[in-house]
């Protein structure tokens, strides 16, 4: 017996789906899952992965070196949306049905990331949609390090522009001051440090927005476990 899955994600998503003891990933490349096995009825559960911590040395060291054409890709793409949180998953999708298997099925599974809710302040589990219907279990499936990752994104784009204005600003200081232009190098500089203490504000601001989020997000959870 031949068990069709056909997975519509949010674009650039993937998932896990697991069917009995089989376990196969949908990605941008394998949309319709195929299982085959014997007749019976069999579990199936659908899964996102939960993130990885985003920091990591290397990632560091590539950062630096190919910060400056990095931050001029932004500034011309202008990427630098300052509401990252709207992108975090907070929750991971993950839920569970069971199959009964005498012939050859097909069945599509169609799936929305969580997404914050500006109106109450929390996150709503992602949505999904199985057709032709089936009773499907939803599991609690929290993602808290998609806050700092979110953060860690979003200051590397912002410290990647000022990196560019740096560079911009530091070598217009530097041909002011060889032509004996006193006050342009100056107001290069002067230019170049406000620019830098508001990139640290900027930074500082959402740190604390994060840690917020964080914390919202820690009490949707208590209730979340409290009601159920």
């Not at 650039?12 to 990605?27: A, F, I, N, P």
């Not at 890709?73 to 993950?94: E, G, I, P, R, T």
């Not at 599509?108 to 089936?134: D, G, T």
Request: hydrophobic residues 45%; proline residues 4%; charged residues 20%.
């Amino acid at each position: 017996m031949r068990l069709t899955i056909h997975i519509h994600p949010p674009e650039g998503e993937s998932l896990w789906v697991t069917v009995g003891e089989q376990t196969k990933r949908s990605d941008e490349e394998h949309r319709s899952l195929q299982f085959d096995l014997p007749a019976g009825a069999y579990p199936v559960e659908f899964r996102q992965e939960t993130e990885e911590p985003s920091f990591h040395i290397a990632k560091l060291l590539a950062f630096l070196i190919f910060m400056v054409p990095w931050g001029i890709l932004n500034v011309l793409l202008m990427n630098v949306d300052s509401h990252w949180w709207k992108n975090c998953k907070a929750f991971c999708l993950k839920a569970k049905t069971v199959v009964d298997l005498q012939q050859d099925e097909e069945f599509s599974f169609q799936f929305v990331n969580a997404k914050y809710e500006e109106s109450c302040r929390c996150w709503k589990m992602p949505e999904y949609q199985v057709r032709p219907a089936l009773s499907v279990q939803e599991r609690l499936q929290p993602n808290p390090i998609s806050f700092m990752n979110g953060y860690l994104s979003f200051l590397a784009r912002v410290t990647s522009v000022y990196a560019v204005l740096a560079l911009l600003m530091g070598t217009l200081s530097y041909l002011t001051f060889s032509s004996g232009i006193v006050w342009g190098g100056i107001l290069c500089l002067a230019i170049l440090i406000s620019c830098g203490t508001i990139t640290i504000g900027v930074a500082i601001y959402h740190y604390q927005k994060m840690k917020k989020l964080k914390k919202a997000f820690s009490a949707q959870i208590k209730q979340m476990e409290d009601n159920n």
